[in-house]
């Protein structure tokens, strides 16, 4: 079955530390994997994608490590700001034979709150 | 920037209605997709459209519909509105190509009374 798991489920921190956020998955065919930030009230949007190919990669204090073998995910926030309050959501594509050539599967996400 | 709109960001109707969820995107994509947002389950599949008139169910697809009259615009239709379809509703777009991102909606928030 298709699924993708995050832990952990909420998270608090305080401004200016670091944390990582998990996600482990079990979708095959893999295509890619994405991290979304969803703020509260807003829809999701794309922080980062990560193909088969790819270890590690960054988007400002965003870093986002892949291990295809073991089939893990992570998303590293460096230096935490309160404007990343939010749910970190990970999504996994995987290649169908239907009309849209992949599908998605979203994990329940990370609701992660910094404090000042 | 990508924008997609969905008309309303609250919703109350009541039971055994027929309730319809409007979303609409600037950039020409050829995909959209409806999605229900319920805490703890992720983001969930009703319906996706690849081309205009053209659609396909979901993980979800029951007690809804939806129509693709035109290239900018899909809906989403409950046809008789039950409580349990009290949830958030996303919309989202995108371009084919592999690797091509979802662009969202802020999402309706629809309540069933």
């Known amino acids: 079955k298709n699924q993708v798991e995050q832990s952990p489920q909420s998270l608090i921190i305080l401004e200016g530390k670091n944390c990582t956020l998990q996600?482990?998955?079990?979708?095959?065919?893999?295509?890619?994997l994405r991290w979304y930030k969803q703020d509260t009230g807003r829809g999701p949007v794309s922080l980062t994608i990560?193909?088969?190919?790819?270890n590690t990669k960054s988007n400002g204090r965003y870093t986002a490590t892949l291990d295809a073998d073991t089939k893990q995910s992570s998303l590293h926030i460096t230096a935490s700001q309160l404007s990343d309050s939010a749910s970190y959501i990970c999504?996994?594509?995987?290649?169908?034979?239907?009309?849209?050539?992949?599908?998605?599967?979203f994990g329940g996400g990370t609701r992660l709150m910094v404090k000042p | 920037d990508v924008k997609v709109t969905q008309s309303s960001r609250y919703l109350v109707k009541r039971t055994g209605e027929k309730v319809f969820l409007e979303c609409v995107q600037d950039?020409?994509?050829?995909?959209m997709f409806w999605y229900r947002q319920d805490p703890g389950l992720g983001l969930r599949l009703i319906y996706f459209?690849?081309?205009?008139?053209?659609?396909e169910k979901g993980d979800i697809p029951e007690g809804y519909s939806v129509s693709r009259e035109k290239k900018e615009r899909f809906s989403l239709i409950l046809e008789s509105a039950s409580t349990n379809q009290t949830s958030m509703y996303l919309c989202?777009?995108?371009?084919?190509?592999?690797?091509?991102?979802?662009?969202f909606g802020d999402g309706t928030r629809l309540s069933i009374l």
């Open positions: 999504v996994v594509s995987r290649r169908v034979n239907n009309n849209a050539g992949n599908m998605l599967t």
């Open positions: 989202a777009s995108r371009t084919q190509g592999l690797g091509q991102p979802q662009h």
């Open positions: 459209s690849y081309d205009v008139k053209m659609k």
């Open positions: 950039m020409d994509h050829e995909n």
């Open positions: 996600c482990n998955y079990t979708v095959s065919p893999f295509s890619n």
């Open positions: 990560m193909t088969f190919s790819e």
